[in-house]
């Protein structure tokens, strides 16, 4: 079976081990064997089977899906109908397996749970991405993501239209509430990241009132976050600014409301919802007899 051993993402210069991802998996699921198909006696029974699209969204997670059928010994073929990141249709047939029994019916429930959910991911994402237009802000994920999964989370929100904002704590450096609180403020924390960076991370400010944000910009962030703020702050902030920062939305966006924060003329909106809260979509795997 063709299968995917890693997930790069050479900008960040990481890269995650989808089989170790897989193999902790299968490790909670199928444990020493499936109890049932040993009972039944299918374990070599050769058969094929259909991962089915039942509802319309971007498909993404199928390299992934193979490397859990791959994992468990299977010899048999994973021919994948459509790419990450596809438009599917309800009944479309993403991908179609041939091999045994045993390890289709064990690594089913697996493959469906990283194909539900890093499709619901990316189908959000790109929902997202539509509603802002293709030149509006980015719209970007956070770290807000299942403990373990975040590199796979994030290749999702990329097959959805989105782009990743940091990976870690270690790779940018993001100025929030308690660090102000520690400092003295937005502009004495954004400073002393300044003389103390040798890494030359991005420097990301989070404000909570307008003078936080204009704070921020003059003592150098590349980048201001309004968080929580209102439509009516974010123009008061823009206007009051000198445009040397670029400007992120965070906290409250919805569906409902992303267009509108586009509009402001900001350079970035980061969405939590991406990836702690997106449904999954309906995915299913049918034996064919």
């Given at each position: ?56 969204g ?29 438009q ?23 493959a469906?749970?990283?194909l ?12 997202f ?13 956070t770290?807000?993501?299942a ?143």
């Open positions: 079976m063709a299968h995917i051993t890693a997930i790069s993402f050479p900008e960040y210069r990481e890269t995650y081990d989808v089989g170790a991802i897989v193999r902790r998996a299968l490790a909670e699921d199928v444990g020493p064997g499936d109890a049932t198909t040993a009972a039944l006696g299918l374990a070599d029974k050769p058969a094929r089977a259909g991962i089915v699209v039942k509802e319309a971007i498909i993404c997670g199928l390299d992934v899906a193979a490397e859990v059928f791959a994992a468990l010994g299977g010899s048999g073929k994973f021919d994948k109908k459509t790419d990450d990141g596809a599917a249709k309800p009944g479309e047939v993403a991908a179609k397996l041939e091999g045994f029994a045993g390890p289709l019916l064990a690594g089913e429930r697996t469906l749970n990283f539900q959910r890093l499709s619901g991911i990316a189908t959000l994402t790109a929902n991405f539509e509603a802002v237009g293709p030149d509006g802000p980015a719209i970007m994920d770290r807000k993501t403990p373990g999964l975040r590199g796979l989370e994030k290749y999702a929100v990329r097959s959805g239209g989105g782009v990743n904002h940091r990976m870690g704590l270690y790779d940018a450096i993001l100025i929030k509430d308690s660090h102000k609180r520690l400092v003295g403020g937005a502009g004495e924390a954004v400073a002393l990241a300044r003389s103390n960076n040798p890494d030359k991370l991005q420097i990301v400010c989070e404000a909570e009132t307008v003078d936080e944000a204009v704070a921020a910009e003059e003592a150098g962030a590349d980048v201001v976050m309004f968080d929580n703020f209102t439509p009516e702050q974010i123009k008061e902030a823009l206007g009051k600014m000198a445009g040397k920062a670029l400007t992120e939305v965070s906290g409250g966006v919805t569906l409902e409301n992303v267009a509108g924060f586009a509009a402001l003329g900001v350079d970035r909106i980061s969405v939590g919802v991406l990836t702690h809260s997106a449904r999954a979509l309906d995915v299913s795997m049918e034996i064919i007899v």
